[in-house]
């Protein structure tokens, strides 16, 4: 053995004194109780979080490295410091995005075309501590997008972390039944409005030391579903603006990502769902035989926006209960 070696304590007796240390709240300081093999008296049964953390670890309360360890991975999961631009965050998917980004230490902005209830959202949040701000904006409209790229950066301090293409919306039609004014509010809100906004928020983005972009698309762009031609389409659309931009702008330092969730419980789908029998057939397709919750869909939106997310790029993360790798595996328990 190295005399290095010999002047530092092994990993494992690290583990067993940290975890000793850690179990007898007493950080810091020599635990005279524990045996020289290491063996932890059964009286020590409480252990402080964070100590508890350090023995799994293998930190010793003093280690430097791991003190550094531990802020590396403490700032891989933190979104301290980021601002992020949440489009439809009032209701259903968009509103638990905005919840768990700003949770997880973002500054965030928001909006959505109801003036009275942006501004009760604005007020709840507060009341939670986090900090969110927002604009009234109908992102189908381009002036509306150049105006509300403008105000969030301004109200996040001239800059731009995240953005979230969350608002979208659906007409449920035969496909011969379409209008014209039908295929314009579809492609204008689901497509052209994640294009433009993404091109808008690029300048920043691309000065960001993690900038990214995650586009929430639907399962109904990788399989067909009877719910409409049209808004399958404009989802089809941002998969592969996702692959493209993905490609294209990581030169730029930009992660670019989609998420597709199933049927999910919001106000976009409430009618679908009051329909228990057709419910009832939605949920025997899900092997998680469950329809989703729009915090299942934050929760992997929040998790790309990561710094532990810096390697993920291109990917359309389908959120459905793995309805899309269910070839015949029916349930109806
Ligand atoms: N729920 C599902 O089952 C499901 C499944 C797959 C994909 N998705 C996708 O998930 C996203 C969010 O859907 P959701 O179910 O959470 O919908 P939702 O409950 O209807 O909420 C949509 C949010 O977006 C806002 N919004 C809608 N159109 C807008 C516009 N033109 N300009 C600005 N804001 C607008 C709404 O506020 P205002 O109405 O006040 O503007 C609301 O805050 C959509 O892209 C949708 O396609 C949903």
């Keep these: 053995m190295k005399k290095s070696d010999l002047s530092q304590p092994s990993r494992r007796g690290r583990l067993a004194t940290a975890v000793a240390m850690a179990m007898a709240g ?13 063996r932890l008296p059964m009286s020590l049964k409480r252990a402080p979080r964070e100590a508890l953390a350090m023995a799994m670890r293998g930190d010793s309360p003093g280690d430097e490295e791991g003190a550094k ?9 933190s979104l301290e410091g980021k601002t992020a631009l949440v ?4 209701r259903g998917i968009g509103r638990a995005v905005v919840e768990e980004l700003a949770s997880l230490g973002a500054m965030a902005y928001t909006c959505s075309r109801n ?14 501590g986090l900090r969110v701000s927002g604009s009234v904006c109908d992102i189908s409209s381009y002036e509306q997008r150049v105006e509300l790229m403008e105000r969030a950066t301004s109200a996040l301090g001239g800059k731009l972390d995240i953005l979230v293409n969350n608002a979208g919306t659906n007409v449920r039609k035969a496909t011969t039944d379409f209008t014209p004014d039908d295929v314009s509010l579809v492609m204008a809100t689901n ?7 993404s091109q808008l928020a690029h300048p920043h983005l691309s000065t960001s030391p993690g900038g990214t972009i995650v586009f929430v698309s639907s399962v109904a762009g990788l399989v067909a579903l009877c719910s409409g031609s049209l808004a399958s ?9 996702t692959r493209n931009l993905a490609c294209e702008w990581a030169p730029h330092g930009v992660r670019v990502n989609a998420v597709a969730p199933w049927y999910t419980r919001t106000s976009l789908v409430e009618k679908v769902l009051e329909d228990a029998v057709f419910t009832k057939l939605i949920v025997d397709r899900i092997p998680l035989h469950r329809i989703a919750e729009p915090a299942d869909v934050a929760a992997v939106v929040a998790f790309l926006c990561l710094p532990a997310a810096a390697y993920i790029t291109g990917q359309v993360v389908a959120i459905d209960g793995g309805m899309t790798v269910n070839g015949f595996y029916p349930r109806s328990d």
């Excluded at 007493?26 to 290491?38: D, E, M, R, V, Y």
């Excluded at 489009?87 to 009032?90: C, D, F, P, S, Y």
């Excluded at 501004?119 to 939670?128: F, N």
């Design 26 to 38: 007493l950080q810091g300081h020599t635990n005279p109780t524990i045996s020289k093999a290491g």
């Design 69 to 77: 360890r531990r802020d590396f991975s403490k700032g891989r999961w």
């Design 87 to 90: 489009t439809g965050g009032t």
């Design 115 to 128: 003036a009275g209830e942006l501004t009760a959202s604005l007020e709840e949040w507060a009341e939670k």
């Design 191 to 197: 497509f052209e409005a994640p294009f433009h906004l």
């Design 233 to 241: 389409a404009s989802k089809a659309a941002l998969n592969q603006l």
